[in-house]
T-cell receptor
Framework: NAGVMQNPRHLVRRRGQEARLRCSPM?????VYWYRQLPEEGLKFMVY????????ESGMPKERFSAEFPKEGPSILRIQQVVRGDSAAYFC??????????????FGDGTRLSIL | GENVGLHLPTLSVQEGDNSIINCAYS??????FIWYKQESGKGPQFIID?????DKRQGQRVTVLLNKTVKHLSLQIAATQPGDSAVYFC?????????????????FGQGTILTVHP
């Protein structure tokens, strides 16, 4: 499967724990985006990264949330001290290097985070 | 407690009919639009896209129409099949001149549930 890979597919955490969500973009894609989806809603943008750089984090809460896309390895979305309101599906998308062109973002199948 | 969640628009059609799903987008500075299909438990799947300098684009069984005057986008599916049943989302992207560092991120619409009856 050469698509966007996310793991884990399901993650259960207790309040106050940390959640780490991983995303490996499609081969050849150097742009990664994270989105959050609540039930019966559209996806909401969180953060846009290129290798080792955060380009736009305007949709990500300032506290408890962080994201990285290191030179080697997957992109990580990290949520510290999780609360019940963090329960959602988190999707990662990637697109090719040439962002100035009209290249659609391709999505993974998401991580469903449940907070007990 | 009372359920105050959102209720998505729904469209029910018979197999073989044509389907039209509509979307009103929010920003006149958007220059690129995408339709995605999302099945239960899966991520959005790309269907078709269109640039703002076009008003129509056709794919296999699908057509996207763009009306910039009223900021309206539609997806037409010909000969709808049960496998087309899913939630359909439109998404817009700000143009590079207007978006700044926001260029690249997608803003999604609410979504429409399409149900195709055999």
């Amino acid at each position: 499967n050469a698509g966007v890979m996310q793991n884990p597919r399901h993650l259960v955490r207790r309040r106050g724990q940390e959640a780490r969500l991983r995303c490996s973009p499609m081969k050849g894609h150097s742009h990664v985006y994270w989105y959050r989806q609540l039930p019966e809603e559209g996806l909401k943008f969180m953060v846009y990264l290129q290798k080792e750089n955060i380009i736009d984090e305007s949709g990500m809460p300032k506290e408890r949330f962080s994201a990285e896309f290191p030179k080697e390895g997957p992109s990580i979305l990290r949520i510290q001290q999780v609360v019940r309101g963090d329960s959602a599906a988190y999707f990662c998308a990637s697109s090719p290097r040439t962002i100035q062109g009209n290249q659609p973002q391709h999505f993974g199948d998401g991580t469903r985070l449940s907070i007990l | 407690g009372e359920n105050v969640g959102l209720h998505l628009p729904t469209l029910s059609v018979q197999e073989g009919d044509n389907s039209i799903i509509n979307c009103a987008y929010s920003n006149s500075a958007s220059d690129y639009f995408i339709w995605y299909k999302q099945e239960s438990g899966k991520g959005p799947q790309f269907i078709i896209d269109i640039r703002s300098n076009m008003d129509k684009r056709q794919g296999q069984r699908v057509t996207v129409l763009l009306n910039k005057t009223v900021k309206h986008l539609s997806l037409q599916i010909a000969a709808t099949q049960p496998g087309d049943s899913a939630v359909y989302f439109c998404a817009e992207r700000l143009g590079s001149n207007a978006g700044g560092t926001s260029y690249g991120k997608l803003t999604f619409g609410q979504g429409t549930i399409l149900t195709v009856h055999p």
